[in-house]
């Protein structure tokens, strides 16, 4: 009854940016904390920065000073915001949100991924 769409991947040089967006949809009685993931080939996938319901952030030590994650509550919507991207940064990128359908239910919700792609 819930459901995340990505958008905004691409193929971008280095040094560029892009902007990454998720929706939220469905039966959505509040959201605790929405987050990005990234997993790129051969690799574990990785938490790249997460928002909780109090709009605190945390980014990993890779990204911080180049990507900032964002919320639109009134949207249900998450962003991240990605600047002077590196080759090292090509991945797909997956939306992550902890979600309450109800008072009492609870869900963790995936996106289906975005591809983000950076060229030397």
């Known amino acids: 009854q819930v459901q995340l769409v990505e958008s905004g991947g691409g193929l971008v040089q280095a040094g560029g940016s892009l902007r990454l967006s998720c929706a939220a949809s469905?039966?959505?009685?509040?959201?605790?904390?929405m987050g990005w993931y990234r997993q790129a080939p051969g690799k574990q996938r990785e938490l790249v920065a997460a928002?909780?319901?109090?709009?605190?952030?945390n980014h990993v030590d890779s990204v911080k000073g180049r990507f900032t994650i964002s919320r639109d509550n009134a949207k249900n919507m998450v962003y991240l915001q990605m600047n002077s991207l590196k080759p090292e940064d090509t991945a797909v990128y997956y939306c992550?949100?902890?979600?309450?359908?109800?008072?009492?239910?609870?869900?963790?919700?995936w996106g289906q991924g975005t591809l983000v792609t950076v060229s030397s």
């Open positions: 469905g039966r959505i009685f509040s959201i605790t904390a």
């Open positions: 992550n949100a902890k979600i309450k359908p109800s008072i009492a239910g609870y869900l963790e919700v």
């Open positions: 928002i909780t319901s109090d709009g605190s952030t």
